[in-house]
């Protein structure tokens, strides 16, 4: 497994411990954490959320940063309070697991910066859904020059 993989498996299982009972806002179902899913329309009364990891940079110096957006959805009788929800608890559980994303990929001092959150209600026959856009970059490594990462995960 490369670096790139390991970070976007570890946020995944972070993003699949989102529930009211560990200190969110909201409760997604079972199974409603993606990554890189194509194409997600939520059925009615549920929540999801789809991790995609674009672009990871690479500036003088040598530091890399790995580009993130989550998407999310929800399909419920208070859709803007539940999207809104949902963009503070994708935000909370990055920033709360950050140290231990640091320590599983071996690297002190990464850390997050957020670039937006959008959200987009519309009406589809009877029910409104919810979409949502979180974009943040993660700093994820550190050095004096740019050197492969052969590290195995």
Excluded at 8 to 37: C, E, F, M, R
Aim: net charge negative.
């Amino acid at each position: 497994m490369t670096r790139r993989q390991k970070i976007t498996s570890l946020l995944k299982g972070y993003l699949q411990n989102i529930s009211v009972v560990n200190g969110y806002l909201t409760d997604p179902t079972t199974g409603s954490v993606h990554h890189w899913a194509t194409q997600i329309v939520p059925r009615e009364g549920e929540l999801w959320i789809n991790l995609k990891d674009g672009e990871n940079t690479h500036e003088n110096g040598h530091t890399e940063t790995l580009n993130i957006t989550v998407e999310l959805g929800c399909k419920v009788a208070s859709t803007y309070t539940t999207i809104t929800n949902m963009v503070q608890d994708v935000q909370k559980c990055f920033e709360d697991n950050l140290a231990a994303l640091g320590t599983a990929i071996s690297e002190n001092g990464s850390r997050w910066f957020a670039v937006n959150e959008t959200i987009d209600i519309t009406k589809e026959k009877e029910f409104e859904i919810g979409r949502g856009t979180i974009e943040m970059q993660l700093q994820h490594k550190f050095d004096e020059k740019w050197e492969l990462d052969e590290t195995v995960y």
